[in-house]
């Protein structure tokens, strides 16, 4: 039976792509036939310098990269307002669709979001948001939050958020994660203030996602 993650961010740019190809590689590594999914991808000449294609480089994954993501635009614009320039409705059946057709051959999907948590998708005669998508596909989430100052703010907000819209967090992975006093503190204040769990802190340009593969597998339901 077919088991999946949601990977949201507290922002854009926050390292949500790199700690994908992370936790694909693991699985791959270690045999478990694993794929990756996104809806909406902004900001990609084509599919070739997207961001499936690096989770597929990182992580040796033989997957159809064009079966890797259902919309892609090349303006660096939240997908509402790319889909909207490029007179394009994304709709909710052919994520729906696209998602099945990847769960149908792997065990284990990583499903990666648009920016943070409150991306809007589509704005036309239909309001679709982020938090559609994960409720669609009934998905739980893990967060990915910089390591850095202003993070606890960002992140206790995600979590709040998804709380309040009937959405299920396993934990939080901290990226960019040093030794320093400031990581230190924002890890244990996130932790106590969200009661969520950091699962893992990922230093600058790791090559591991620092998480047994048992507790690993542990977050996919």
Do not use: W
């Not at 979001?113 to 589509?122: A, K, L, V, Y």
């Amino acid at each position: 039976m077919n088991k999946s993650l949601f990977v949201t961010g507290t922002n854009t740019d926050i390292g949500k792509t790199y700690i994908c190809g992370l936790i694909q590689k693991k699985l791959i590594e270690n045999n478990i036939n694993a794929g990756y999914y996104k809806a909406a991808m902004s900001g990609s000449i084509n599919i070739s310098s997207s961001d499936a294609a690096y989770v597929k480089e990182i992580s040796n994954s033989n997957q159809n990269l064009n079966k890797m993501v259902s919309y892609i635009f090349s303006e660096a614009l939240s997908p509402h307002l790319a889909a909207k320039l490029n007179n394009q409705s994304i709709e909710l059946s052919k994520i729906a669709e696209d998602y099945n057709s990847i769960a149908d051959n792997y065990d284990y999907v990583t499903v990666e979001g648009s920016g943070g948590i409150i991306c809007p998708i589509r704005d036309d005669d239909k309001l679709i948001l982020l938090e559609d998508i994960i409720k669609l596909l009934n998905l739980n989430v893990i967060i990915i939050a910089d390591s850095n100052l202003g993070t606890i703010n960002s992140t206790v907000l995600t979590s709040s958020y998804l709380k309040s819209h009937q959405i299920t967090c396993k934990g939080i992975i901290m990226n960019n994660y040093s030794d320093s006093i400031l990581h230190k503190d924002n890890a244990y204040m996130i932790e106590k203030l969200t009661n969520l769990p950091i699962l893992a802190k990922i230093a600058n340009n790791s090559t591991t996602i620092g998480i047994t593969l048992e507790e690993l597998l542990k977050l996919y339901d």
